[in-house]
């Protein structure tokens, strides 16, 4: 982590209020991946992850947009509230569990509210690289819309659709019509509410294919913390030593209480920041941040949320 000052605040939308931060020793920040995001320590002692919505190649300064959310456990109210021009915070790196393909015919990027801020850096990437992409972004009003100005104009404008104030059926119709005009080898990158990126997998799958479709969460599925939770054991590979973890106690708690140094942030499963390798063992996957491929494979797993289907898996570690 790292101390940023908070240059400029702007209100870009009903309860979304953008933050572009600086570093405060003056040092130009590291260029970063469309799709990236960074971990930031507010006020209150909270730590929430936030996408990058700044031009990626601009190391003079992050731009993130914060909803503020109306089950806030001090996270983007304190933002809201506590953070002025001139305060400072801590950041960390940046790290990108949403990376852009980098060989499709054509991109397509579905935002639904707040989740315009990862593709919005896409867009950016894009234009610069003129590469074939469409952005369409549903609002239920454009009071609700982040960005307007910017997307209405210069290179975005050719290629921005707003869709707003539209109801179930409506949305289905449009992702469907999005996805019927795709070229062939088109991917598609969405991010918002659950229930819609749902809808744009759905679409996109049977139009694209199912690993053509790519995605990010900002929430925990609340659904996981509800699915049993046995014991099983946990083996270090470079140890041989045998942890057990507990019914009630996570991966990476077991982990910590053991002595073994792991990073870990989030805990919901959304930042990557614990994610081990894994040598055997099937892990039971119950986070946000690895892709359909890396689940399929079994070769990592996410500590502070995923358990083991086996009763014994063995780590890199």
């Known amino acids: ?173 449009a992702l469907a019509g999005c996805m019927a005009q795709a070229a062939p080898g088109a991917v598609a990158y969405t991010c918002g509410p659950a229930a819609f990126m749902q809808r744009v997998v759905e679409a996109g799958e049977r139009r694209l294919g199912p690993d053509a479709v790519h995605l990010e969460h900002f929430q925990a599925d609340p659904a996981a913390a509800s699915l049993p939770a046995g014991a099983f054991e946990a083996e270090l590979a470079r140890s041989g030593t045998v942890i057990v973890v507990p019914q009630g106690t996570s991966l990476v708690d077991a982990l910590l209480q053991a002595g073994c140094e792991i990073d870990t942030e989030c805990r919901e499963g959304i930042c990557g920041t614990c994610v081990i390798p894994v040598i055997a063992g099937e892990p039971d996957h119950r986070d946000h941040c690895l892709s359909r491929k890396e689940k399929a494979d079994h070769k990592k797993i996410c500590a502070c949320v995923s358990r083991s289907r086996t009763a014994r898996i063995v780590l890199d570690l």
């Open 1 to 173: 982590m790292y101390k940023v000052r908070v240059e400029k605040v702007v209100e870009e939308a009903v309860d979304i209020r953008s933050f572009r931060l600086v570093r405060c020793d003056g040092a130009a920040l590291e260029p970063y991946e469309p799709g990236a995001h960074v971990d930031v320590l507010g006020p209150t002692g909270v730590t929430r992850q936030y996408s990058l919505c700044s031009p990626p190649d601009d190391a003079s300064g992050y731009l993130i947009a914060v909803k503020r959310e109306a089950a806030s456990r001090g996270g983007s109210a304190a933002l809201h509230d506590r953070v002025r021009e001139g305060a400072e915070l801590a950041i960390s790196a940046p790290r990108n569990l949403f990376s852009l393909a980098a060989d499709a015919s054509e991109y397509l990027l579905f935002a639904a509210g707040i989740g315009i801020t990862p593709l919005l850096s896409m867009a950016y990437r894009l234009n610069r690289l003129n590469r074939p992409y469409q952005l369409h972004y549903f609002v239920r009003s454009r009071e609700h819309a982040a960005f307007v100005r910017l997307l209405e104009s210069g290179a975005f404008g050719a290629r921005a659709t707003f869709h707003v104030g539209l109801d179930r059926d409506a949305v289905g119709h």
